[in-house]
């Protein structure tokens, strides 16, 4: 395959791990050619177009209680306070 048909593929599906694996290994190795090496390269940095959340089963929001907040109040006080540096 050439570097276009590698580049339509979506990322990590079944065939574009292969061959990225097979890319990771020739770098290992050190048997890798300069196009092999900038295909590697162009596979690596590509975003995917779907994003995923992995091993996720509850999240901050999840638990969070809005009913528990406590707001604060600004009470007037009859006594002046005594602020002491010790």
Same mark, same amino acid.
Request: overall charge positive.
């Given at each position: *395959? /050439?570097?276009?048909q590698i580049?339509k593929l979506n990322?990590?599906?079944d065939?574009?791990k292969? =061959?990225y ?5 020739? *770098?290992?190795?050190?048997? *890798?050619t ?6 590697f390269?162009?596979?690596? /940095?590509?975003p #995917?177009? =779907?994003r995923?959340?992995? /091993? ?11 009913d528990?907040? %406590?707001?604060? #109040? %600004? ?5 002046? =306070?005594?602020? #002491? %540096?010790?």
């Open positions: *395959m /050439n570097k276009e580049l990322k990590w599906d065939e574009y292969k =061959i694996q097979k890319l990771y290994y020739k *770098m290992k190795t050190e048997q *890798m300069a196009l092999e090496y900038d295909i390269l162009h596979m690596k /940095n590509r #995917t177009k =779907i995923r959340v992995y /091993n996720r089963k509850t999240s901050a929001e999840d638990t969070f209680k809005k528990k907040l %406590f707001l604060p #109040t %600004f009470k007037k006080l009859d006594k002046p =306070i005594l602020i #002491t %540096f010790d």
